[in-house]
T-cell receptor, first 114, second 113 residues
Framework: NAGVTQTPKFQVLKTGQSMTLQCAQD?????MSWYRQDPGMGLRLIHY???????DQGEVPNGYNVSRSTTEDFPLRLLSAAPSQTSVYFC?????????????FGDGTRLSIL | AQTVTQSQPEMSVQEAETVTLSCTYD???????LFWYKQPPSRQMILVIR??????QNATENRFSVNFQKAAKSFSLKISDSQLGDAAMYFC??????????FGTGTRLTVIP
């Protein structure tokens, strides 16, 4: 199994450009989420989904959009990139939204906004 | 609001020795899970160990064990017989509700040969 796959691994954008970070999992997990990791800080939750067609905001949702049309995919969209969105982005999934479920993380996407 | 505090930005340990990483958290929930994740330079997030708040017994996974003090809201990680491969950032995290994780700011562990 591939687990959680994130693409791309690295990306450089200019301010104002749009971009979609891809996340796919092949474990038939119901729960998926996006986190960002900034220097000196832990991961912070951006958006999450407890199943296809259901999404909700996390701690830092501003400037990001998500959708969940299939169980496997959970893309993260930056509509108009800003330098403050320079970060490492992680996608994660778990079997269900029960808080005892261990989460599987992708390898991350390093995004730089110039 | 849930908060997780790791007060040790950096720690070091001699190879084969034991080290303890500290974590405190704040929550009003009665049931939740606590986790320790390891992030090596490869950037992967690797689950090390987890503990359910309702369980009195401290979790153990091989060389890794926790000291869970629910009343004090403390969740420390003990690494025994430290190995060079243990060098990494370690994050304490808390989950409740819809399995959303709240992370501390991390502790960078250096293992000295």
């Amino acid at each position: 199994n591939a687990g959680v796959t994130q693409t791309p691994k690295f990306q450089v954008l200019k301010t104002g450009q749009s971009m979609t970070l891809q996340c796919a999992q092949d474990m038939n997990h119901e729960y998926m989420s996006w986190y960002r990791q900034d220097p000196g800080m832990g991961l912070r939750l951006i958006h999450y989904s407890v199943g296809a067609g259901i999404t909700d905001q996390g701690e830092v949702p501003n400037g990001y959009n998500v959708s969940r049309s299939t169980t496997e995919d959970f893309p993260l969209r930056l509509l108009s990139a800003a330098p403050s969105q320079t970060s490492v982005y992680f996608c994660a999934s778990s079997y269900s939204s029960g808080f005892n479920q261990p989460q599987h993380f992708g390898d991350g996407t390093r995004l730089s906004i110039l | 609001a849930q908060t997780v505090t790791q007060s040790q930005p950096e720690m070091s340990v001699q190879e084969a020795e034991t080290v303890t990483l500290s974590c405190t958290y704040d929550t009003s929930e009665s049931d939740y899970y606590l986790f320790w994740y390891k992030q090596p330079p490869s950037r992967q997030m690797i689950l090390v160990i987890r503990q359910e708040a309702y369980k009195q017994q401290n979790a153990t996974e091989n060389r890794f064990s926790v000291n869970f003090q629910k009343a004090a809201k403390s969740f420390s990680l003990k690494i025994s017989d430290s190995q060079l491969g243990d060098a990494a950032m370690y994050f304490c995290a808390y989950s409740t509700g819809a399995n959303n994780l709240f992370f501390g700011t991390g502790t960078r562990l250096t293992v000295i040969p």
